[in-house]
């Protein structure tokens, strides 16, 4: 069984889950799986995997009888255990997927949380929660040292396997570019990813005028890539509404992981708010600078050497356009960088798999 925010339109899900099945066939070859989605068809019809509907009330007895039949339970990959959106009064993301771990645990099936990335937890109730929860799991395996030491922060001193977001080993189908049908071949764009986030307006007009410097400076025309369904493409046309009138710029359709990757790997450079935005950057190589609305995305770049690209949300106009500015400059040994840590992290990512395979093996 997998668990995680499947079904629900996010591209960077959607590649978690892809590369997850991708290295959980191979290291595990003829195990069943059964995905939990949001939208079980869509799940079943773009990943090739059996899925049933992850609703915890109306499909409760169909859960309990999965688990009682299942060897094992992945939680993850993804940031699952955070309280900070959706906003709400209760912290509805670690109440709900906790409630599947423990539900599986009461079904006798073992559990493990895979490449998960854990916080920010502001809440205490949800801090509570997971101190009393996860010593419950079979096994943990974290994507990065913020995820752990917030884990040894709560007190959760058993062995933390570190590895890496599943995407790292993944490779998508070759597909073409679908911006170079709107740009020519010869032409460099800049891959731009956003995302809603609170105080838009304080950081909306900053993006908007580093983006505009990036075409004045380079000719670099912006391509906004919506990642997840509805929220990111209303937020990149806001930013676009920002910009001089008569600007080129393109927004692209809501797209797959694999079109979107095609698209990262095609551009000159990214300015990434989301994760794996940065993450299909570095995979190709693209010089990239990360929007750190969350740790995860400081986390990320740290991991390859790269912790100075990881740029406040809120950093003033100049800040961040000086950032982009060397990042462009540099650009082959950013690009180096990234290719040194990438096999690291490939292999860390694959461990996840391997981890999973040994649980199933246990007595």
Known sequence: MISGYYGAGNAGDEAILAAMLAALRAEIPGAEMVVLSRDPVRTMAEHGVKAVPRDLGRHFFDLVKLFRRADLLLSGGGGLLQDSYPPRFLPASVLYYLAVCLLAKLCGCRVMLYAQGLGPLRRPFARLLLRTILPWMDLIAVR??????????????????????????????????????????????????????????????????????????????????????????????????????????????????????????????????????????????????GLAYDPKVTAFLSSLGLAELAKPLRSPEEELWSTLAKTWEKRAEVAARMGSSLPWLAGLALANARLARGLLRED
């Open 144 to 289: 990065d040292e913020v995820s752990r030491d917030l884990l040894h922060e709560l007190g959760i001193m058993r062995r933390v396997h570190l590895t890496a977001d599943p995407v790292l080993a993944w490779r998508p189908d070759s597909l073409p570019n679908p911006v170079r049908s709107v740009l020519p071949a010869e032409k460099p764009y800049l891959a731009v990813s956003l995302r809603p986030w609170p105080e838009e307006e304080r950081w909306r007009p900053v993006v908007a005028g580093v983006v505009e410097r990036a075409f004045r400076t380079w000719g670099m025309v912006p391509v906004f890539l919506p990642f997840a369904r509805g929220g990111d493409f209303l937020v990149c046309a806001r930013v676009r509404a920002c910009m001089a009138e008569g600007l080129p710029a393109i927004i692209l359709p809501e797209l797959g992981p694999a079109e979107l990757y095609a698209a990262v790997a095609g551009a000159g450079m990214v300015l990434g708010m989301r994760l794996h935005s940065l993450i299909f950057a570095a995979l190709d190589r693209v010089p990239a600078v």
